[in-house]
Structure formats: structure tokens, C-alpha cells
């Protein structure tokens, strides 16, 4: 029995249907839409120069390791509300750009943000991020947990907890990895994160009792120690400039009595061979063809006396050897 046209094409939609039921759709990935971050230092500074507020702070440097140029956008995960004090990109410098936030999600906002410049596949983008929020009030004990929401996954972690100035009773959950001390007084604890991926939240329970309301660091305390910085930055690229210009001054000089030896040398030398032509010229005029002259007119005088020649023909040969 012929199968017909509309059988056939029935059977075929029907083993496309069985298909589909039967072997499962392979899940097709969106493309990547972030660089990796190849290390971060995370830090969170409880009341550091303004208080109750905790500053938090990203330093890091991303890796494009997307395979192609980026020039997609960059996020941050932050608290709801919180105050941005910089967005930034560090390649040359603090150059911050334009961002946005998205508040569309109901426990965190969003930072978005794109480079100044496309990032070539394999090179490296330092950045840093700032932002205050305020996550406790002035009563004792202040607690809070910071929660750390990575939207890019991460190759090396490390997130430091500094203790404010004063305080007591400092306990973190989970326990720091270990403590140490920095040059302006103040006690940081540290933990180190390896592989981490853009859905491991982490998430620091802070807790500690302080008296004073005052923040660790004034204000313009951390903005002299800013100028301090700037100073001796541009103190030590005027040093640089001076230490150039007096290096070509020198190389100058050097040059410039190179060249006019060189060209004494050269005109002593050209002095000497004019010298020695004038010499060669009046010795040849003055010695040999003066001697050969006389020879010369002598034979002459003989020929004119054995009659082999006559007057006229004589002071014809004369007056050429003259000549």
C-alpha cells in the first residue's frame, strides 16, 4: 500500500515530536558578558572616616580571558542604598568613569559601568571601587554582616576586616586566618579565598563595643595623607625631569665638542695637504725644471754654434723653454 504525501509528511512531524521528547535539548550557555578577576583585595573599614558608616573597598585587577577584545560592561553587587564615592580604572592613573545602578533587585543593587577603552584578549585592567553604607547605629555592641556578592568569578580572594580605633571585644564569624598590624595603629584580619565564582556569597559578621561615635580617621586627616601622596609623586616626577634635562644637557655638550674637533682636525689636515701641494708645486718650479732649463738652453747654445741651427730657430727654442 503507497504511503501518500500527507501520510508521510504526518510520520515525519511525528518522529520530530518523538525526538524531542525523547533526548533532551542540550542547554545552550549565554556568552559570558564578564572578565575574570584575576585578584582581588576586598576590604571593609568599620567606622574609618565616617561614622557609624563601614567604607568598602575593591582593588583588584580583571583578566580578559573572554578570547576576544571586551567591550561589554562591568558590575558590582553593593547594599541597597549605598553611597558610591568612586568607580574607577587604574591603568594610568585614577581615571573614574560614568556608571549606573540598578535597583531592580530586592536585596542589592547593582553597579554598572563600562571601560574607557576595549580590553585586547589576555591583557590585564586594574580597577577600584569605593562605597559607604550604614549598617548599624551608634549603641554598643555595633554589629552588622557584610555580605560580599561577586558578579565575576574570581581566581584569588583576599578580604580584609580592619578593626576602628578604640574598639573592643572585636569578634568576627567565620574567625579570621590571621591578624596583622599597620603603620597608622589599627588591626586588620584577613582571610584568603582561591577560585571563587560569581554565585559563592560570603558573607562577615562583624561585632565590637566603642564608646566613641568619632570617626578613626578624620577627614581631612585622610585627604593631607591624599595631598601627601600627591606631592611625592609629583615632587618625584619634577626630580625625574631634572635628572633628564641635565643627562641631554651633558650628552649635548659632549656631542658639541665631538663636532668641533672633529672639524678643527679636518681643517688642519686640509691646511696640510694645501701645504704640502704649494711645497711639492714651488720645488718642482723652483729646483728640477730650473736645472733642466739650463741644460736645456746650453744644448741649444752648441747647436746654434756647430750651425746646426739658426738664430731665429734659437730664440724660437728659447723663448718656449722660458715658458
Given at each position: 500500500?503507497?504511503?501518500?504525501?500527507?501520510?508521510?509528511?504526518?510520520?515525519?512531524?511525528?518522529?520530530?515530536?518523538?525526538?524531542?521528547?525523547?533526548?533532551?535539548q542540550?542547554?545552550?550557555?549565554?556568552e559570558?558578558?564578564?572578565?575574570?578577576?584575576?585578584?582581588?583585595?576586598?576590604?571593609i573599614?568599620?567606622?574609618?572616616?565616617r561614622?557609624?558608616d563601614?567604607?568598602?573597598?575593591?582593588?583588584?585587577?580583571?583578566?580578559?580571558?573572554?578570547?576576544?577584545?571586551?567591550?561589554?560592561?562591568?558590575?558590582?553587587?553593593?547594599?541597597?542604598?549605598?553611597?558610591?564615592?568612586?568607580?574607577?580604572?587604574?591603568e594610568?592613573?585614577?581615571l573614574?568613569?560614568?556608571?549606573e545602578?540598578k535597583?531592580d533587585?530586592?536585596?542589592y543593587?547593582?553597579?554598572?559601568?563600562?571601560?574607557?577603552?576595549?580590553?585586547?584578549?589576555g591583557?590585564?585592567?586594574?580597577i577600584?571601587?569605593e562605597?559607604y553604607?550604614?549598617?548599624?547605629?551608634?549603641?554598643?555592641?555595633k554589629q552588622?554582616?557584610?555580605?560580599f556578592?561577586?558578579?565575576?568569578?574570581?581566581?584569588?580572594?583576599?578580604?580584609?576586616?580592619?578593626?576602628?580605633?578604640?574598639?573592643?571585644?572585636?569578634?568576627?564569624?567565620?574567625e579570621?586566618?590571621?591578624?596583622?598590624?599597620?603603620d597608622?595603629?589599627?588591626?586588620?584580619?584577613?582571610?584568603?579565598?582561591?577560585?571563587?565564582?560569581s554565585?559563592?556569597?560570603?558573607?562577615?559578621?562583624?561585632?565590637?563595643?566603642?564608646?566613641?561615635?568619632?570617626?578613626?580617621v578624620?577627614?581631612?586627616?585622610?585627604?593631607?595623607?591624599?595631598?601627601?601622596s600627591?606631592?611625592?609623586?609629583?615632587?618625584s616626577v619634577?626630580?625625574?625631569?631634572?635628572?633628564?634635562?641635565?643627562v641631554?644637557?651633558?650628552?649635548?655638550?659632549?656631542?658639541?665638542?665631538?663636532?668641533?674637533?672633529?672639524?678643527?682636525n679636518?681643517?688642519?689636515?686640509?691646511?696640510?695637504?694645501?701645504?704640502?701641494k704649494?711645497?711639492?708645486k714651488?720645488?718642482?718650479?723652483g729646483?728640477?725644471?730650473?736645472?733642466?732649463?739650463?741644460?736645456?738652453?746650453?744644448k741649444?747654445?752648441?747647436?746654434?754654434?756647430?750651425?746646426?741651427?739658426?738664430?731665429?730657430?734659437?730664440?724660437?727654442l728659447l723663448?718656449?723653454?722660458?715658458?
Open positions: 500500500m503507497a504511503i501518500t504525501r500527507t501520510k508521510r509528511l504526518f510520520l515525519f512531524v511525528l518522529l520530530i515530536a518523538l525526538t524531542t521528547m525523547i533526548f533532551p542540550v542547554p545552550v550557555f549565554a559570558s558578558q564578564s572578565m575574570t578577576m584575576d585578584n582581588l583585595y576586598y576590604s573599614w568599620p567606622e574609618y572616616d561614622s557609624p563601614v567604607l568598602v573597598i575593591y582593588s583588584g585587577v580583571f583578566v580578559n580571558d573572554t578570547g576576544k577584545a571586551f567591550e561589554g560592561e562591568l558590575q558590582y553587587n553593593i547594599p541597597k542604598g549605598a553611597d558610591i564615592n568612586m568607580v574607577c580604572e587604574t594610568q592613573g585614577m573614574c568613569q560614568k556608571y545602578v535597583t533587585y530586592p536585596d543593587d547593582v553597579i554598572v559601568w563600562k571601560p574607557s577603552h576595549a580590553i585586547e584578549a591583557a590585564k585592567f586594574p577600584m571601587m562605597y553604607y550604614t549598617p548599624f547605629g551608634a549603641a554598643n555592641p552588622f554582616t557584610q555580605v556578592r561577586p558578579a565575576f568569578p574570581i581566581n584569588n580572594l583576599t578580604v580584609e576586616i580592619k578593626a576602628p580605633k578604640e574598639s573592643s571585644g572585636f569578634s568576627l564569624s567565620p579570621a586566618e590571621k591578624t596583622a598590624g599597620d597608622d595603629g589599627f588591626t586588620n584580619y584577613l582571610y584568603s579565598f582561591q577560585n571563587v565564582t554565585d559563592d556569597v560570603k558573607e562577615f559578621e562583624v561585632s565590637y563595643t566603642r564608646e566613641s561615635n568619632e570617626p578613626s578624620k577627614a581631612e586627616e585622610v585627604q593631607q595623607s591624599t595631598d601627601n600627591q606631592d611625592q609623586n609629583q615632587s619634577n626630580s625625574t625631569i631634572i635628572i633628564l634635562l641635565i641631554f644637557i651633558i650628552l649635548l655638550a659632549v656631542f658639541l665638542f665631538i663636532a668641533v674637533n672633529n672639524n678643527n679636518k681643517k688642519s689636515q686640509q691646511k696640510g695637504k694645501k701645504n704640502n704649494k711645497g711639492n714651488t720645488k718642482a718650479k729646483g728640477v725644471n730650473k736645472k733642466e732649463a739650463a741644460e736645456e738652453k746650453r741649444l747654445r752648441k747647436m746654434l754654434i756647430d750651425g746646426k741651427i739658426g738664430e731665429d730657430t734659437y730664440k724660437q723663448d718656449e723653454i722660458d715658458e
